[in-house]
């Protein structure tokens, strides 16, 4: 299989602190973005999942290493060596550079808060030692300085006469690597160096940044922090000398991106010429066929909305929506207005990243809102104070829903051709006989989300006001989510939507909800194959549980590599399951990922590219029509030869590691509750006579190894 390696992972598990981890994602994808989807990972899935083949770089952030030990001692660390030996890259940042060393000496005088052991990853095979810099107190900014370093350009290829030998880096309770300088038989380069005088002995070289070729792999850690960007840090009025640390920061600042950008290609990473602003969160239209169905689904939601300062919100469990007519902006003049009447209620908001500190209660808890008004009003505040070049806590941020009642919004309003999708929507739907004709019937689009399955799935209390049918689409994700938690990036060019379904808790032993992701990997393989005629070459496959696959063209042994995925998110309330069924598929995205636009032009004859109003309208239209057989008649024998003729698992033999690591042959999937069938092989791979089902739930396919592992 020819992949690409383009994800950065960031541990985000214990021992890491959520500023570190943040301030990791804001920078690197800044960084690295579109090029690299930069994603949180806990330790469970550096332990358990199969991340290795398409990780490019493993981060590991600031906080107390200890924590690391205690996660990923054993298992997890024999892998991360095992990744970086065979070409992979590590990066760590104060703790994570600690992690990262043969022995970590860390304020070994102070009975309280000495840490000092034997570390089992040893990249660098010596000591880092710290505090290099006295006074730092864990959850606290006391300690915090801004820290001299020097640049070792030697040590960078593309270090040129324009980039300066110095910069400022904010530092708070990282270490020195001892003698580094004398260990350059070993492998090892100083990066960059601490100018000033050190609280611990660190030899001649003030080692502040190091880096060592591990087997195939690289490895980078830092003592400092040049990962966090001024712009986060907010001043506190108790701590004055905190604010000249921030200028001092300021000032450099130019030198720390270059900086990080060059630590980034000395790990084999492509780096953005200009850092990647992450785009601001757009509007959300909503439309239907008729613009009567519009007015008659606001309506509905009258018991869910919250009036403040006279504009109708919905305040979700996790997200507040704003409900905004056509044509009225919300400016930042209306935000003025909107919490100047509560302006003495609440506390002003001094900055993004300072609020949650001015929110706490003697007792240290966070202070919540007594009522949906106050809830209300500070996500106003919040959005009013927010800025784009800083860290945002998007659940935050107000989503502005614009419903057009007079009609639909035109191309000069949006990358989305409204027209187009409901043209084809009918066309689909009435070629497919489909009755009731409900999926896609209301679109919301917005041209930058949060998420469109978390935006739907989070909110319950507007996700039971909305339809069956009702689709969230967008052309960009920034907190797109995966199986198992994880958050990942959406590329640009990818087709991404959610469609809300409530099923009877009535049909749940003839139509178990267990199968509406089969029932949606289906329809993505019919919506390709039905899009017009000759697209039925299309070669696409589908991978257990939830995985769509394409055959790459032209290339020897047939290889597949994934072009898709879905994720079924299901709770319930009154009589019914309410799921949210999120698919996400490379449509145009540009090489070298595989796109299914690029799988059209290796027709022969070409075919024309795929639009995503079209391709999303033939998938809704064959979603439904299948799952309207689906609550008649269940899971049918067609359905289940259809998927079977478009699976990648015919008769392929697997290890299966819930089973104690044991032989199988995978056969299907039963059709009374949708779980994956094996029979188990012993001796010259002959059946044992023993069947095995797994659930799709616990269990995840690496369908490249031929393992079957449990899920995280």
């Known amino acids: 299989m020819a992949t690409k390696k383009m994800n950065v992972l960031v541990y985000s598990g214990p021992g890491s602190t959520t500023e570190s981890v943040r301030h990791c994602l804001y920078t690197l994808r800044r960084l690295l973005s579109p090029t690299y989807a930069v994603i949180p990972v806990t330790g469970d899935i550096i332990i358990k999942e199969p991340w290795f083949s398409t990780c490019a770089l493993l981060v590991f952030p600031g906080g107390a290493d200890l924590g690391y030990c205690r996660t990923l001692n054993g298992e997890g660390n024999r892998r991360i060596s095992r990744f970086v030996n065979n070409g992979g890259s590590y990066l760590g940042f104060c703790a994570g550079g600690y992690y990262g060393c043969s022995k970590c000496e860390f304020e070994v005088d102070d009975p309280k808060m000495g840490v000092v052991g034997e570390r089992e990853l040893g990249f660098f095979p010596g000591t880092c030692r710290g505090l290099a810099f006295a006074g730092f107190q864990y959850a606290s ?28 880096s904010y530092y708070n309770g990282g270490g020195v690597f001892v003698d580094a300088d004398k260990l350059e038989s070993r492998g090892v380069e100083i990066l960059a160096s601490y100018t000033e005088d050190l609280h611990v002995k660190s030899g001649d070289a003030k080692a502040a940044v190091v880096y060592r070729k591990v087997g195939g792999g690289h490895v980078v850690l830092t003592g400092p922090h040049p990962e966090f960007a001024p712009q986060n840090l907010a001043k506190i009025p108790s701590l004055p000398s905190y604010a000249s640390v921030i200028d001092s920061i300021h000032a450099t600042d130019q030198t720390r991106k270059v900086f990080l950008g060059l630590l980034l290609q000395k790990l084999g990473l492509q780096v953005n010429e200009e850092e990647q602003v992450v785009p601001s969160l757009s509007r959300l239209h909503l439309t239907s066929h008729t613009p009567a169905a519009v007015a008659d689904l606001v309506a509905n939601w009258a018991e869910v909305l919250t009036i403040v ?41 001094a900055s993004v990243t300072g609020a949650a500190a001015d929110n706490k209660t003697q007792n240290g808890s966070t202070k919540q809102p007594k009522t949906k008004e106050e809830a209300i009003e500070e996500c106003i505040k919040y959005t009013l104070a927010s800025a784009s070049d800083q860290i945002l806590d998007y659940d935050k941020i107000v989503k502005v829903i614009v419903p057009h009642d007079q009609g639909l919004p035109t191309t000069r309003e949006m990358p989305f051709h409204h027209e187009a999708f409901y043209a084809n929507l009918n066309y689909y739907h009435s070629k497919l006989q489909n009755p009731s004709a409900s999926f896609g019937r209301h679109l919301m689009f917005g041209e930058v989300i949060t998420s469109t399955n978390s935006l739907l799935e989070k909110n319950p209390a507007l996700l039971r006001n909305l339809p069956s049918g009702f689709t969230l689409t967008a052309a960009t994700q920034i907190a797109g989510r995966g199986r198992g938690g994880n958050v990942w990036i959406a590329p640009p060019g990818a087709l991404m939507f959610s469609t809300v379904m409530h099923h009877s808790f009535a049909m749940s032993q003839s139509a178990p909800v267990v199968f509406v992701q089969y029932l949606a990997a289906l329809a993505i393989v019919q919506g390709i194959k039905g899009y017009a005629p000759g697209y039925d070459k299309i070669p696409v496959k589908l991978k257990w549980p939830n ?20 994720l079924v998110n299901s709770s ?18 540009a090489l070298p990922t595989t796109s299914l636009n690029l799988l059209a032009s290796t027709q022969s004859p070409p075919l024309k590219a795929f639009t995503p ?47 104690g690591g044991v032989k199988a042959r995978i056969k299907g999937i039963t059709r009374d509750w949708g779980l994956l069938l094996a029979e188990e092989l012993g001796w010259e791979d002959r059946p044992t006579g023993k069947v095995i089902t797994l659930q799709s739930d616990s269990n995840s396919f690496d369908f490249f190894r031929g393992l079957v592992r449990r899920k995280v």
């Not at 300062?309 to 929506?321: A, L, P, R, W």
């Not at 995985?547 to 879905?566: E, T």
């Not at 309330?573 to 995205?589: H, K, P, Q, T």
Request: aromatic share 10%; net charge negative.
């Open 141 to 168: 900014e006391a300690g915090a300085r801004a820290a001299a370093i020097k640049i070792n350009k030697k040590a960078f290829a593309n270090a040129d006469d324009t980039v300066a030998d110095h910069f400022t």
């Open 613 to 659: 109003e079209k391709l999303l309208a033939s998938i809704l239209a064959h979603f439904e029509s299948l799952y309207s057989t689906f609550c008649q008649a269940g899971f049918t024998r067609d359905m289940e030869g259809d998927y079977y003729d478009n699976w990648l698992h015919t008769n392929q033999i697997v290890t299966l590691e819930t089973e």
């Open 547 to 566: 995985d769509i696959y394409a055959q790459l063209p032209g290339s020897a042994n047939n290889p597949v590599v994934k072009i898709g995925g879905i």
């Open 309 to 349: 300062d006279g504009d109708d919100y919905i305040k979700g469990e996790n997200d507040v929506f704003r409900i905004q007519m056509p044509g009225n902006a919300w400016s930042v003049k209306e935000l003025k207005r909107a919490v100047s009447a509560v302006s003495e209620k609440l506390p002003t908001i």
């Open 572 to 589: 319930y309330s009154g009589s019914s399951y309410d799921l949210v069924c999120g698919i996400g598929l490379n449509l145009s995205n």
